[in-house]
């Protein structure tokens, strides 16, 4: 699916993100598996992640997020009306996530639920806000992306064990007078979906109990290096822009090496691309919130900046976004 921007202007007005206390070394992990700093380092470019603690699930992580992007918005949560939350770790499949956030936040007209997409959830998240909005049907919009993919890991697997962390971000999104999305493009190939897994998680029965994610690393590699560059590639062409045009280039943080591989494919200009795979891992739904929060804190992002962002994971699926940031002073009617 591929389109451009139609009906009111959409943009990012808040943005709040969250990880666990609990940092986990590349060191530490040598100690549970058979690896080491120096290799998870050249292959990944990670050195730590966060892990969440045994009582902290989904929502724990995210409601501190969701909060920060309300108070970055200036809003109070009772006046959202739409929350979608994407995650692969929900708490447990009902009640949803989502519906248990707005619950704690206090949203009593709002609509909630969960969004599967894999690590693409936050991108397939915001395209489906920002349609609800464009369209009149919602006025604001909360949007979670996390994962606690510590979780569900198979801590005795070290080649998906180094890769992945914990964490959360969330999003507001608004009418806007200015700036704010331009288009989006999403995918799915279901045909490769074998090879980033979570068997036994749902009502398919399998042979061995134990469900925990399994990844065929080498497939997910071609992949993620194949449509981080087309989906980048097609969404500028729709928006009519070129890669000159993007000041910050947001991609998912997954692999150092995955990243480098579609800005130089992509023709990234030096200086543009935002990397924090090496202090937080791979988020999953977090990773892009998480990416957008690093940018802006460096003063990267800001009023006018043209920001790709593009997500790859289970599904497999793909999706990218185009957005000329805003500040609070475009917020149509407040
Ligand atoms: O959101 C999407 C999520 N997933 C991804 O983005 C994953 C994409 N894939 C990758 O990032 C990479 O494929 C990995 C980092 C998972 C693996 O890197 P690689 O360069 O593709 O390594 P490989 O799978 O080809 O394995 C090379 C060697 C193997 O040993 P042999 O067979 O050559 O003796 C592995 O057993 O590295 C070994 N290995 C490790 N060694 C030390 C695999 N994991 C580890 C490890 N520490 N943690």
């Known amino acids: 699916m591929i389109g451009t921007a139609s009906g009111r202007r959409i943009g990012i007005t808040g943005l709040g993100v969250h990880v666990p206390e609990r940092v986990l070394t590349n060191h530490e992990l040598a100690t549970i598996v058979d690896t080491s700093d120096e290799w998870i380092v050249e292959r990944t470019g990670i050195r730590e992640r966060r892990i969440a603690a045994d009582d902290e699930a989904l929502t724990d992580i995210a409601l501190p997020a969701a909060r920060a992007a309300l108070e970055d918005a200036g809003l109070a949560a009772s006046e959202v009306d739409l929350l979608i939350c994407a995650t692969v770790t929900p708490d447990m499949m009902f009640p949803t996530s989502s519906a248990l956030l707005a619950d704690t936040l206090g949203m009593p007209r709002v609509a909630a639920y969960d969004l599967l997409a894999g690590c693409t959830g936050f991108v397939y998240a915001i395209a489906q806000a920002y349609a609800m909005l464009a369209s009149g049907l919602s006025q604001r919009a909360l949007v979670v992306g996390g994962d606690v993919l510590s979780k569900i890991l198979d801590w005795d697997d070290r080649s998906t064990l180094v890769l992945f962390g914990d964490g959360a971000g969330a999003v507001v999104m608004e009418p806007v007078e200015r ?46 290096t194949r449509v981080l560059v087309s989906s980048g590639h097609a969404l500028l062409e729709e928006c009519g822009k070129t890669i000159e045009d993007v000041d910050v280039y947001v991609p998912h943080q997954a692999n150092k090496r995955i990243i480098d591989h579609a800005a130089r494919k992509l023709g990234v200009p030096d200086g543009r691309t935002v990397v924090n795979v090496d202090r937080f891992g791979n988020t999953s739904s977090g990773s892009i919130p998480l990416a957008l929060a690093d940018a802006r804190a460096e003063g990267r992002i800001h009023e006018g900046s043209l920001v790709l962002m593009t997500g790859m994971g289970a599904g497999l699926t793909w999706g990218s976004a185009l957005v000329e940031w805003v500040d609070s002073s475009a917020v149509a009617g407040r």
């Open 179 to 224: 700036g704010g999305f331009l288009g989006f493009e999403l995918g799915a190939d279901g045909g490769g979906g074998e090879h980033l897994w979570f068997p036994g998680s749902g009502s398919r029965r399998f042979d061995d109990p134990g469900a925990l994610l399994k990844m065929n690393g080498r497939e997910v590699f071609r992949f993620a």
